[in-house]
């Protein structure tokens, strides 16, 4: 099975802060990798997929990159909106797939 | 739009089957595929398995011998059995369409999740 680390499982930013979030795969993932965004009571939803695509209404201060088994989610001026929790998740081994545990965004 | 709703029992005992329905709106279920997903308390998301637009089955090797995920086109509904349930299995269950954004295999969207308590 891949396995997914994300790092930091935590950490606590200003708004107007640039903010990256790390994921590791297990084994090569090539860009099959997708960031989904969770706040407290609601449905995740996907930010990023293939890595670096930008899902529709998804604000462009987000972005993704990476490949292999590296990727990085970076939000580049922290909004109010964007205090949640944020998954990454491979999709190379479909139809079995992995979360990583998740990296929660709180306010400073 | 498709939209989703889980529903189903909050309350479960031990060793009992944990039974929910995922509804869907907006499009027919025959068109696409369909994912159950979890998040226990404090935990972060947990796959649980996935059904094809053909009836083809996939489940998380760590929950297999317990987890059944069926259709039912008539109803525009599928669902989810997981057996013999212990207090791990408590958590935020959610259903999700299983599908390609620009190519791409995401889950999206989600139903907004319900919580199933194991608990006698």
């Known amino acids: 099975d891949i396995q997914m680390t994300q790092s930091p499982s935590s950490l606590s930013a200003s708004v107007g802060d640039r903010v990256t979030i790390t994921c590791r795969a297990s084994?090569?993932?090539?860009?099959?990798l997708n960031w989904y965004q969770q706040k407290p009571g609601k449905a995740p939803k996907v930010l990023i997929f293939?890595?670096?695509g930008l899902q529709g209404g998804v604000p462009s201060r987000f972005s993704g990159s990476g490949s292999g088994t590296h990727f990085t989610l970076t939000i580049a001026s922290l909004q109010p909106e964007d205090f949640a929790t944020y998954y990454c998740q491979q999709s190379y081994t479909t139809p079995t797939w992995t979360f990583g545990q998740g990296t929660k965004v709180v306010i400073k | 739009q498709v939209q989703l709703q889980e529903s189903g029992p909050g309350l479960v005992k031990p060793s009992e089957t944990l039974s929910l329905t995922c509804s869907v709106s907006?499009?027919?279920?025959?068109?696409?595929?369909w994912t159950w997903i979890r998040r226990p308390p404090g935990k972060g998301l947990e796959w649980i398995g996935y059904i094809s637009n053909t009836g083809n089955t996939n489940y998380n090797p760590s929950l297999k011998s317990r987890v059944t995920i069926s259709v039912d086109t008539s109803k525009n509904q599928f669902s989810l059995k997981v057996s013999s349930v212990t207090a791990a299995d408590t958590a935020v269950y959610y259903c999700a369409r299983d599908w390609y954004s620009s190519g791409w295999r995401v889950f999206d969207p989600w139903g907004q999740g319900t919580l199933v308590t194991v608990s006698s």
């Open positions: 293939g890595a670096s």
């Open positions: 907006g499009d027919s279920i025959s068109s696409y595929q």
């Open positions: 084994q090569t993932i090539s860009t099959y």
